[in-house]
């Protein structure tokens, strides 16, 4: 009131201010002035350089970052220079701004690609071992499991009439008794073959070709039969 103050803070002057005070203040800001325009150039003749092989994209964004700070912060500083409050908080903020710039842009994506490969990982994992499962059925299918037969012809859309895999035929596998073996082979052509009648406009040709070739298959099914049968 009346011109006169009513806060009061006290500050550190040097008695005699000479020209060494402000030569250091001229060439501490022009050192760093200069490094921090010379990274931001660099940074943007490598700004087409791939981020596989360099990371001269995060670099470039910690430079522009720091650059704005100090290019809004320095003059925001002279400002507020008669606030002690107002230039501690400025400052702090600068500092918090200067090392987030630094490490967020070098870490962050880092970690951001790391969880991905972790993700993609077990993708892969999950992946290969459904398909070393399927091939196990397969094999299995091939030397002719029955329990496996049984499954393959329920995916089919088979049932256990058409698979001749029944709970007695697993009875009889428990007891270690023969039972037949050639089951698969009789769910896939009776699933392509068995039951299916001619579409409207097809040769008739084609349909006696395939009943040709479901009688010369049965012939060659029940010889396998009989074969095993008096082998077992």
Known sequence: NFGRPRHYYSTCHPVDAGWDDLF????????NISALLYANFQAY???????????????????AILLQSFVIGVPVMVVVDDS?????????????????????????????????????????????LLNLKKQRQMDALAVGDGSL????????????????YSRSSRDRDQRGEPHEQNVGIKIIARHDYEGETPRSGTNADE??????????????????????????
């Open 45 to 63: 003749q490598g700004r087409c350089i791939l981020t596989e092989y360099s990371e001269s994209q995060y670099i470039g964004i910690s430079m």
């Open 24 to 31: 250091f203040v001229l060439v501490w800001g022009a050192i």
């Open 149 to 164: 037969t049984s499954w393959y012809a329920r995916q089919m859309g088979g049932s256990s009439k058409i698979s001749g």
């Open 84 to 128: 002690p409050t107002a230039r501690f908080v400025l400052r702090t903020c600068l500092v918090f701004v200067t090392v987030v710039a630094v490490l967020v842009p070098i870490f962050l994506p880092k970690m951001i690609f790391l969880r991905q490969w972790r993700a993609h990982e077990k993708r892969m994992e999950r992946k290969m």
């Open 207 to 232: 349909s006696s070709h395939r009943r040709r070739f479901y009688d010369r298959f049965h012939s060659s099914a029940s010889s396998a039969r009989r074969l095993f049968d008096g082998a077992s």
